[in-house]
């Protein structure tokens, strides 16, 4: 095999200030899209569950409009498309904010099967102890239905770190989009490619790991 | 009846007999792909020989834990090379589609090896005291009885490589997506207004009226089905 003969590790390192600049801006983008989608999934998730009229319809349509639309499309919207509207979103601002209004999307599925599989007679026991409706929520509704969303919500979070690589498009100095740019100049194809699978599926494979441990840890008790 | 303006009736048509018929193509040829693949990796997944296992185990997660963009960089990037008589080249297209069907039957297997592992070891047993072997007993028992299963996750899955196949857009693929972007370019050099919102607003408007009717037949038959 004469390509993998001519793998030079020496051509990563000697790149590597570069990519790790891209890697870190790849964190900066999925961390806030993390927390914001965690965030999202969370209020409209307690909003569908709780069915509060109004709220819960919008949330309905902005849910099934981002999951049956390709991300990329929202990409476009939100970097070509909002300035005919006279909203002028810098790169980075459409780097977390597409992560962060898709990754909200699943998340509030998420949140609201995890809320809606908390039995009814827990609330009740709730109210029955002089809880108010927040105070119920907080105290049984989250602990335990937060419980049960965790391991689909992390996929979720895995999901939203991936699409940062997306963000080429726009010109986001992340981490395949440099490694893409060192590869148009220098053809050096498996070294980039062997550095994003390196990069990507430790972490993705770690937070799969995670949810797994998580599954087994956080199981609730059968009698439920 | 909001009036539609003069440009949008050529963009549009444009779009829905260039980028729209490509879409629909990649997305074919990809789920067709992952189906054949998944099934088939998903199924030799059950035989209980570990190095096997391990094998699909490492296909189905590397192919699943990579963004889809990196898959189709890498495919699009390789070099071209010869195996004996053939020579390989991919273009753009190709590797598209070569890439989606990676991540599709990694998805695919997966499913099929828990669908698989869920028929009960009675049917295994009643179809060995027919006289079936191995292959026999998969592909006229087994497998038949997982694919209903699989019915609901396979539609949604046909609903997320429809949407993935813009991905395509990054290495020059004339799909949906860039058919419109090529429109936005076109007015924008033409008139000095590319009209993006619009065009790209009616991109999502496509896809939604093609992704939503599949996205609830997938519910309704995750209801009826299991």
């Known amino acids: 095999m004469r390509i993998l003969a001519s793998f030079e590790w020496s051509f990563i390192w000697d790149n590597r200030e570069q990519l790790w600049e891209g890697f870190k801006n790849t964190i900066k983008a999925a961390a806030i899209?993390?927390?914001?989608?965690?965030?999202?999934?969370?209020?409209?998730?307690?909003?569908?569950?709780?069915?509060?009229?109004?709220?819960?319809?919008?949330?309905?349509?902005?849910?099934?409009?981002?999951?049956?639309?390709?991300?990329?499309?929202?990409?476009?919207?939100?970097?070509?498309?909002?300035?005919?509207?006279?909203?002028?979103?810098?790169?980075?601002?459409?780097?977390?904010?597409?992560?962060?209004?898709?990754?909200?999307?699943?998340?509030?599925?998420?949140?609201?099967?995890?809320?809606?599989?908390?039995p009814e007679r827990l609330r009740e026991a709730g109210y029955a102890l002089g809880f108010t409706p927040l105070k119920t929520f907080l105290n049984v509704t989250l602990p335990i239905g937060g419980r049960i969303a965790l391991p689909s919500s992390i996929n979720t979070y895995i999901s939203v770190l991936k699409n940062t690589s997306l963000m080429l498009v726009i010109g986001y100095p992340e981490l395949t989009s440099v490694a893409s740019n060192i590869q148009a100049i220098t053809f050096r194809t498996f070294e980039m490619f062997a550095i994003l699978a390196a990069a990507y599926l430790v972490i993705v494979w770690t937070l799969s790991a995670l949810i797994r441990l998580l599954e087994a840890r956080l199981a609730l008790p059968e009698a439920l | 009846m909001p009036e539609v303006p003069d440009w949008f009736r050529p963009v549009a048509e444009y779009m829905l007999r260039e980028g729209l018929p490509e879409t629909l193509r990649l997305a074919a040829i990809a789920v067709t792909a992952s189906l054949v693949v998944g099934v088939l990796l998903g199924t030799l997944m059950t035989i209980k020989f570990r190095p096997l296992q391990w094998l699909i185990r490492l296909y189905i997660e590397t192919w699943r834990g990579l963004p889809i963009l990196v898959t189709v960089l890498f495919i699009y990037w390789l070099p071209d090379y010869s195996v004996g008589p053939f020579h390989i080249q991919l273009n753009a297209y190709m590797s598209a589609a070569l890439a989606l069907s990676l991540w599709g039957s990694a998805q695919v297997?997966?499913?099929?090896?828990?669908?698989?592992?869920?028929?009960?070891?009675?049917?295994?047993?009643?179809?060995?005291?027919?006289?079936?072997?191995?292959?026999?007993?998969?592909?006229?028992?087994?497998?038949?009885?997982?694919?209903?299963?699989?019915?609901?996750?396979?539609?949604?899955?046909?609903?997320?490589?429809?949407?993935?196949?813009?991905?395509?857009?990054?290495?020059g693929v004339n799909e949906f997506l860039q058919s419109g972007n090529r429109q936005f370019e076109n007015l924008t050099t033409q008139t000095g207004n590319g009209h993006p919102f619009t065009i790209f607003g009616f991109v999502l408007v496509v896809f939604f009226a093609i992704s939503f009717p599949l996205t609830l037949l997938a519910r309704y038959l995750e209801r009826r089905l299991v």
């Open chain 1, 33 to 118: 899209g993390i927390a914001g989608s965690f965030a999202i999934g969370l209020v409209l998730g307690a909003v569908r569950a709780h069915r509060i009229p109004v709220l819960s319809q919008i949330a309905v349509v902005y849910v099934e409009v981002i999951r049956n639309t390709p991300i990329l499309v929202q990409i476009f919207l939100l970097y070509y498309g909002a300035p005919e509207l006279g909203v002028h979103f810098e790169t980075f601002t459409v780097a977390w904010l597409a992560i962060t209004i898709w990754g909200g999307a699943f998340n509030t599925e998420n949140f609201r099967a995890g809320f809606e599989a908390v």
């Open chain 2, 109 to 171: 297997a997966e499913a099929t090896r828990g669908a698989v592992q869920s028929i009960p070891k009675e049917q295994h047993e009643a179809a060995a005291a027919l006289g079936f072997g191995w292959v026999g007993r998969h592909s006229f028992v087994i497998v038949p009885q997982a694919l209903r299963r699989l019915l609901p996750p396979m539609v949604s899955l046909l609903v997320n490589i429809i949407q993935n196949t813009t991905i395509a857009f990054v290495i």
